[in-house]
Every structure is written in C-alpha cells, then in structure tokens.
C-alpha cells in the first residue's frame, strides 16, 4: 500500500516538473486603464500627495487611517505617511 502512493506520488512529481518545464522562460503581465484626463492633470494628481486622499485606494479602505506630510507640498522631496488598519499598513 505504501509503495503504490510513493509511486503515485512520484508521478504527480514528474509530471507537475515536466508541465513547468514546458513553460515559458519569461512571461509579461501587463494592466492599463484609460482615464479621462490630460497628461497634465493627471501628472498634478499624483505630483501633490495632499491630493492622494481623493483617489488613494488604501485611503478609501480606511477612512480612519492616519496621515501625516512631511518635506515639500509636492514634487521631489515630498512625503506621505500613513498609519491605518491591517489591511492598508
């Protein structure tokens, strides 16, 4: 009994190896999304992290989460920090 699910065992092995070893080296995953909004406007949402908290998802899963800006208002050097439930960090 034990040799026959060593045996099965062993197939289900071999055969899960020989599936994987079939695929693809390299493999691509790609998403996009059209949004109704020039390049500018929607560069001047993300560019300004006090406006993340119209948008953000993680924000919109906690709405008690704590936020904090640190640095300049927008662009290079600026920072957003935020303290929220398990689910958002």
Not at 27 to 40: V, Y
Not at 69 to 85: H, I, K, R, V
């Amino acid at each position: 009994m034990l040799a026959k699910i060593l045996i099965a065992l062993a197939i289900i092995v071999i055969v899960l190896v020989a599936v994987v070893a079939w695929q693809p080296p390299t493999f691509r995953i790609a998403r996009s999304a059209t949004i109704s909004a020039g390049p500018a406007q929607a560069f001047a949402q993300v560019n300004d992290l006090h406006r993340w908290e119209a948008w953000s998802p993680w924000l919109k899963a906690d709405p008690a989460a704590k936020t904090a800006y640190e640095g300049a208002p927008a662009g290079t050097g600026a920072a957003f920090w935020w303290s929220g439930n398990h689910d958002v960090g």
